[in-house]
């Protein structure tokens, strides 16, 4: 069983130009995706999928893999597909570009989702969620089944005091993965903006574990604050930084 994971990667954001190249403590953002990815014991290996040389020069610098993709992919979710296709593995996880606070123990509960379960092909994380009105932070319900039934941008469960947020560390079988892909884009997926809807709306069933975990997106300039002043007190971070020291 080979697990590898995909880390895709643009220039291209919308809320925050050049996201992937913004300095968390004098490191670029996804320098920092990557060290922590690299530290988890499950990956066979690990590529980060973009369309930019000057991502592709920081992965470099990281010692990892480079995979280039189109320009024209829509979601981080359609790049990766494109760049496995080249690939040999069994099991792809997603690591979002932007989750600079990502614990490497969460890639394995991800992807093990799915290892312990053969009746789950696509997994995520969630979080808990207490900030109100965030439009940048995606919520989600999640069943008792443990499997998320909905995504929104909006507050969800209506004037719920404790939601759910997702945490973008998502495993695919490779085949789930490529049929996701192939599948158009859906009515709610584009008004939310939030590519997962794709898959609810298809009838595709996401597991999900809750995990402890303070890890933040980073979509805004806010959150780019916020999380550099939270890097400075990250363990993990002390444990990568001197690699970066000129």
Do not use: W
């Amino acid at each position: 069983m080979k697990i590898i994971g995909l880390i895709p990667s643009r220039l291209a954001s919308t809320r925050l130009p050049n996201k992937p190249l913004k300095l968390i403590c004098d490191i670029p953002l996804i320098a920092h995706v990557i060290k922590r990815s690299q530290m988890s014991p499950l990956l066979d290996d690990l590529y980060v999928a973009t369309d930019s040389q000057e991502i592709a020069g920081i992965a470099e610098q990281c010692n990892c893999k480079v995979i280039f993709t189109k320009n024209h992919h829509l979601t981080g979710s359609d790049r990766i597909g494109e760049a496995v296709q080249s690939l040999e593995c069994d099991i792809i996880v997603n690591i979002q570009g932007d989750e600079a606070l990502l614990h490497p123990e969460h890639i394995a509960d991800s992807a093990n989702l799915i290892l312990k379960n053969n009746t789950i092909e696509v997994a995520m994380l969630a979080t808990p969620f207490y900030k109100k009105d965030s439009i940048s932070d995606v919520k989600v319900i999640i069943n008792s089944n443990l499997e998320i039934i909905c995504f929104s941008r909006a507050d969800i469960p209506f004037q719920a005091n404790n939601m759910h947020k997702a945490y973008h560390v998502v495993s695919f079988t490779k085949k789930m993965l490529s049929n996701f892909c192939a599948l158009s884009q859906t009515p709610i997926e584009i008004t939310e903006s939030i590519e997962y809807m794709r898959l609810i709306e298809s009838g595709i069933k996401i597991g999900t574990k809750i995990v402890d975990s303070k890890a933040i997106s980073v979509d805004t300039e806010e959150d780019l604050i916020l999380v550099s002043n939270m890097m400075e007190q990250d363990d993990l971070y002390h444990s990568y930084k001197d690699d970066f020291s000129h």
